[in-house]
């Protein structure tokens, strides 16, 4: 299969959006083409064909249980596709739509079965990316997209990585340069019970639970309101992606760091290889001088900008992909924290990982 990049910039798309007519025109019709979002990028097939979305599954290597996002072009749209079933869903949607937050839904049954793993509810999103968005508005239908990668791969944020694991497998990739947000969207699902509404973030994300917990207090709803993680999910039926599989993961060995006094055992273990680092200033020099007294040598390191945690979701799977180019074998990641956007990368970092010291 010849694959057609086409390649827009962000700021030109309003005057140039005739370069997107093709695309659209092709997911409308079953094909398949890899765009960007302002998480990461996405691989979208027509979200009404059931044809067109085993071809993400079967493209990107996904199983057929792991249930899709659908992504719309506008809020006005979201009841032909899914319920809107009480107050706090539309608060959501009103509050942060577009935007990098997934709303899991009571599906109407329009979407395929096959986008929602045979389940009766359905993950809405509407980017806030202009080239996603006029891509959407011109399809004119809803898109299931999964991340742009090879399943249980690092998920793709910038063009590069796309054309490579896609270029000859997919009809069409659109450049549209590095995204700015580098993971992917936070998944919440609203429990309405007797006496109060749960906001379950099924998938952490640049939505935090500190900005739903400010949403809630900037709101006055019928029922309390509490929001709580609820991404470790043991049933056989996932109702989000990023529950069920390990995701994200390098070909290198993904080390997370708390304790490095249990390196010289872990070495014993698993025996040596190219060292890769990932972290701040401070970390990488002392974990650097440790592993030089232990006797390595070869060590490559990359500095995860500093204070800047916005910066450090960015860039993650970026760094990921650039260790693995390098021949890593064993990449030791700092543990950033546990609240805020810090929450969100680490879930990446843990879900990817080989090993917790």
Request: hydrophobic share 40%; charged share 25%; proline share 5%.
């Amino acid at each position: 299969m010849k694959t057609k990049i086409i390649r827009v910039s962000p700021e030109s798309i309003e005057t140039d959006y005739e370069v997107l007519i093709e695309p659209a025109t092709a997911l409308r019709n079953g094909e398949l083409v890899a765009f960007p979002t302002e998480t990461v990028y996405g691989i979208g097939a027509n979200s009404l064909l059931d044809n067109s979305v085993r071809k993400i599954f079967e493209v990107k290597g996904r199983p057929q249980d792991n249930p899709l996002i659908v992504h719309l072009h506008s809020k006005d749209v979201i009841r032909k596709y899914a319920i809107i079933s009480n107050e706090v869903e539309e608060g959501i949607i009103s509050k942060f739509m577009p935007g990098p937050i997934t709303v899991v839904l009571k599906s109407c049954g329009v979407v395929s079965s096959v986008v929602t793993a045979g389940l009766d509810t359905v993950g809405i999103r509407i980017p806030y990316n202009i080239i996603a968005q006029k891509l959407l508005e011109l399809a004119c239908v809803p898109v299931s997209a999964p991340s742009a990668n090879l399943s249980g791969k690092p998920s793709a944020t910038d063009p590069v990585s796309v054309i490579e694991e896609f270029r000859g497998k997919i009809p069409y990739i659109i450049d549209g340069g590095r995204t700015h947000i580098g993971i992917e969207s936070t998944v919440v699902l609203v429990k309405e019970e007797s006496d109060r509404f749960k906001i379950l973030i099924l998938r952490p994300g640049f939505i935090t639970k500190e900005d739903l917990e400010g949403f809630v207090s900037e709101n006055k709803f019928s029922k309390p309101v509490f929001v709580e993680y609820s991404e470790n999910f043991s049933s056989e039926r996932p109702i989000s992606p990023g529950q069920k599989y390990k995701h994200y993961s390098p070909k290198s060995k993904v080390v997370l760091l708390n304790d490095k006094s249990k390196l010289d055992e872990f070495f014993k273990v698993v025996g040596n290889g190219r060292i890769g680092i990932l972290g701040k200033f401070d970390f990488i020099n002392d974990l650097e001088l440790y592993l030089i007294n232990l006797g390595f040598k070869d060590i490559l390191k990359v500095e995860w900008c500093g204070n800047d945690l916005l910066e450090c979701a960015r860039n993650l799977f970026l760094y990921y992909r650039f260790f693995d180019r390098e021949g890593v074998e064993f990449l030791f990641v700092e543990n950033l924290g546990n609240s805020g956007i810090a929450y969100s990368i680490m879930n990446r970092v843990k879900k990817s990982a080989s090993y917790v010291l």
